[in-house]
């Protein structure tokens, strides 16, 4: 815990150490000027990448390409040294525009973007607020504004319901240091209750603890999950196999973990939510300011379904779930 709690002070120095103080004047989007994009990803997993796939995608659908518009793009891989590289490359960029793919990225340039104007657009955010990004979800603030992937717990739960009826204790696979977890997991809490589930965590501070702490959920609990937590979604190979092996269930809340593993997901899409950031992001460089921007919750979403896991344990589709996705 404590060798994560100095990663990210160390990389919220490093972000604000890179601070470049060229006034207090926002950079909006010039005619004949090649704007820059500036996007950070704390951690690589395939979720992310395909926020950020979609997000490019949008750029390049209103012509925003590499012939009009110079896109940086750098990924920490969790590494304290690499980011305060990032750091100090996107001060001297003096981008237009800041992208920050997840809560841990997103906090990191929060305070660059306050001490210099530069508009910071999130995603793949669970809960801005508590992450201290924004005041309220509504009226965002002076320069920060973005799309959420919170997801409300009870469907999630009913979706696990259905493929196990018995379901009284689901273990919870999650990092104590991403705020985007505790904050949704706070309010999961309290519908399980309501339901008669009881959650059973298992920490894990980084990637290595994952099988770990997978086994050591097993026959304390009926099945396993981890929330939009993205030391759990880049451990999902781990997890689901080490899961396998002891006949336990795993439900994740995106489809690329099902992908990799887990049996099944209610999940956002996720190239939508990167396509509805890159449409925030045009705005705000054609001149729209992000504090007239509302957070974006509406991404589309989907039950999806990992067949082989689900022979594996198996299980059948239940009847009940409608417009369910095979993987």
Known sequence: MRTCKLFFIALLVAGTA???FWGRKSSSFQPGKVPIIAITQIIEHHTLDT???GFMAELAAQSFDEKTTKIVYENAHGNVATATQIG???????PQLMVALSTQSAQLLS????????P???TAVTDPVAAKLVPTKAE???WITGVSDFMEPEPQLDMMRTFLPALTRLGVLYNPSEI???SFLKAMEEVARAKGIELVYAALSNTSEASGATASLAGKVDALYFPNDNTA???VGAIASTALKHHIPVFANDSASVERGALAAVAYDRFAMGRKTGEIAIAILKGKKPQDIPVVYDTPSEVVVNERTLNALKLTLPATLKAVRKI
């Open 18 to 20: 890179s601070c470049f």
């Open 51 to 53: 926020v950020r796939a």
């Open 88 to 94: 100090s490359k996107f001060a001297a960029l003096r």
């Open 111 to 118: 305070s660059l973007s306050s001490n210099t104007n530069i």
């Open 120 to 122: 910071l657009v999130f």
């Open 140 to 142: 965002p603030g002076a």
């Open 180 to 182: 985007n977890s505790v």
């Open 233 to 235: 979604m880049a451990a």
